[in-house]
Each structure stands twice: as C-alpha cells, then as structure tokens.
C-alpha cells in the first residue's frame, strides 16, 4: 500500500474534527485494519529496490498479506520470483541432501507455493518465517520483515 518514511500527521489533520477511533475490533471486521512494518533488504533485493530499509503499510496482518501487496507495489523489480519457489524444485538446491519423508523434531517446511528459493529468506524479527507459522505468521506494527537474498560467488 505505501512505501515512505515515517511522517509527522499532526500537521495534516484538522483541528475541527477528531479522528474517530472505533477500535482495532471495528477495523479488522470491516477489513481495513493496516500494518506497518520495516522491511529490510540485503544481496540482490536490496540492489533491485536501491534502498537497504523501508518502512512499508500494508492491509492485514499476516505475513502472506505483506508479500501479496509488497510484491504488487514492487512489481517492476520482479522480487516475488527473485524470492518465492512455485514448485519443491524451485526450493530445492542441487547437490543437497534430500529431505527426509518424515522431518525430525520440530522441523517443519512451508508447503509448496509458500517456498523460497535456495539461498532466500524471509524472516521476522530475525527468525526464518518457517519456523513461525510460514506464510500465516502474523505481524505487528513495528515488525521486522528481511528479505534476503545474498549473492553468491562460487568456482
């Protein structure tokens, strides 16, 4: 939804008339409530946007609504296919080990579709979205959101 650096409103908004508050309850059951998070960018995210931190509102609160509407507004720099896997071999490196059928502990892995690609990330508040509740994470005002995606120099 917006892309900008913290601003003052105070200044914009009319002595007249007060803003109406009716709750966050109101908000969420007509569906406008809105998210405002800082997104951070490293490796070729942060090269495609030109800009390492952003202060990005969206509508919602999970994490899945933030790259839907992120994706949207930065549609020309291509990052969704830059950062999201569509299919388990698009989040598959070559040459790894393959994942067993059943994952040990607690491990878990989003499903497919809700995959990065090899070497990206999306974290929260300096944790990898898989280990929260992937793409249905939700997010507070203030959040962290990294997209990482560094680069790799190899033989």
């Known amino acids: 939804m917006t892309a900008d650096a913290p601003t003052d409103d105070s200044a914009s908004a009319s002595p007249s008339s007060p803003p109406v508050d009716d709750g966050p309850e109101s908000d969420t059951r007509a569906g406008t409530e809105t998210t405002t998070v800082t997104v951070r960018c490293t490796g ?38 830059m950062l999201i896997a569509e299919t388990e071999a698009d989040a598959t490196a070559r040459g790894w080990a393959p994942v067993p ?6 491990w878990r892995k989003n499903p497919e579709g809700e995959q990065t690609r090899p070497y990206a990330r999306v974290c929260i508040n300096g944790r990898f979205n898989e280990h929260d509740a992937g793409f249905d994470t939700e997010l507070e005002n203030g ?3 990294a997209l990482v995606y560094p680069f790799m120099f190899c033989c």
């Open 44 to 81: 070729h995210v942060r090269t495609a946007l030109g800009t390492h931190e952003l202060e990005y509102t969206f509508q919602g609160t999970r994490l899945r609504e933030f790259l839907e509407s992120f994706f949207d507004e930065f549609e020309a720099h291509d990052l969704e296919p």
């Open 101 to 106: 059928d059943e994952l040990p502990g607690t």
């Open 143 to 145: 959040d962290r959101v």
